[in-house]
T-cell receptor
Framework: GENVEQHPSTLSVQEGDSAVIKCTYS??????FPWYKQELGKGPQLIID?????GEKKDQRIAVTLNKTAKHFSLHITETQPEDSAVYFC?????????????FGKGTHLIIQP | SQTIHQWPATLVQPVGSPLSLECTVE??????LYWYRQAAGRGLQLLFY??????ISSEVPQNLSASRPQDRQFILSSKKLLLSDSGFYLC????????????FGSGTRLTVV
C-alpha cells in the first residue's frame, strides 16, 4: 500500500518568514494530494490540494508543489502569521485503494514565533 | 452545500461504560463515511469506513465497533470503554468514486476515567 512520509514533525519560524513542509509518497499511481490544517481541538480542514497533472498551485500565501518523478510534494507558506500556527497533514490518494485510497502523513506542528 | 455534524463535542466516561458517538452528513447522498482517532500527539488513525448502509470495514481490531443504519448516519460504539479508548474522534465523509479527499467533522474529545 501507499506510504506517506512527512517532515519535519515540528517547525518553528519567526512571524513573517516562510515555512516549508515536505512529504514523500511511495505509490506512483497516487494522483491527488490534499493538505489539511488542524487547529487545536478542531477537525482538520482542507486548505489546498494538487493533482498529478499539475506541478504547482497557489492560493494567496499558500502554495503546493509536486515532483512526480521524485514522488514528493511540499507545502509553502509565505509571510507567516500567528493564525498559521497549527498541525498540518499531507495526504495522497491512490485510485482503487481501500477507504478511497487516502493515506495521511503523521503531521507537522507549525509554530509561529512572534 | 454539504455539511457534517458530529456530537457530542466532549465526553467524559468511566471505564467499563458504553459509548455511542454519532455523525451525520447533509446535502449529499451515498457518501463514504469514516471514523478516525487521534491519541496524544498528532497522527490520524483510521478506525472504520463505510461505502454504504450496513457495509463496515474495520482497519484496526479494537474495543470499538461502527454501524451505518442510514445512508448519511455513522455511529461509533463500544460496549465497555477502556482507558486506552481516550482520544479525539473524528468523523469524515467523501463523495464515492470522486477523487476529492475528505471533509472532517469537528471531532469528539473522549476522556475515559
Amino acid at each position: 500500500g501507499e506510504n506517506v512520509e512527512q517532515h519535519p514533525s515540528t517547525l518553528s519560524v519567526q512571524e513573517g518568514d516562510s515555512a516549508v513542509i515536505k512529504c514523500t509518497y511511495s505509490d506512483s499511481a497516487s494522483n491527488y494530494f490534499p493538505w489539511y490544517k488542524q487547529e487545536l481541538g478542531k477537525g482538520p480542514q482542507l486548505i489546498i490540494d494538487i493533482r498529478s497533472n499539475v506541478g504547482e498551485k497557489k492560493d494567496q500565501r499558500i502554495a503546493v508543489t509536486l515532483n512526480k518523478t521524485a514522488k514528493h510534494f511540499s507545502l509553502h507558506i509565505t509571510e507567516t502569521q500567528p493564525e498559521d500556527s497549527a498541525v498540518y497533514f499531507c495526504a495522497a490518494i491512490t485510485p482503487g485503494g481501500g477507504a478511497d485510497g487516502l493515506t495521511f502523513g503523521k503531521g507537522t506542528h507549525l509554530i509561529i514565533q512572534p | 452545500s454539504q455539511t457534517i455534524h458530529q456530537w457530542p463535542a466532549t465526553l467524559v466516561q468511566p471505564v467499563g461504560s458504553p459509548l455511542s458517538l454519532e455523525c451525520t452528513v447533509e446535502g449529499t447522498s451515498n457518501p463514504n463515511l469514516y471514523w478516525y482517532r487521534q491519541a496524544a500527539g498528532r497522527g490520524l488513525q483510521l478506525l472504520f469506513y463505510s461505502v454504504g448502509i450496513g457495509q463496515i470495514s474495520s482497519e484496526v481490531p479494537q474495543n470499538l465497533s461502527a454501524s451505518r443504519p442510514q445512508d448519511r448516519q455513522f455511529i461509533l460504539s463500544s460496549k465497555k470503554l477502556l482507558l486506552s479508548d481516550s482520544g479525539f474522534y473524528l468523523c469524515a465523509w467523501s463523495s464515492a468514486g470522486r477523487n476529492y479527499g475528505y471533509t472532517f467533522g469537528s471531532g469528539t474529545r473522549l476522556t475515559v476515567v
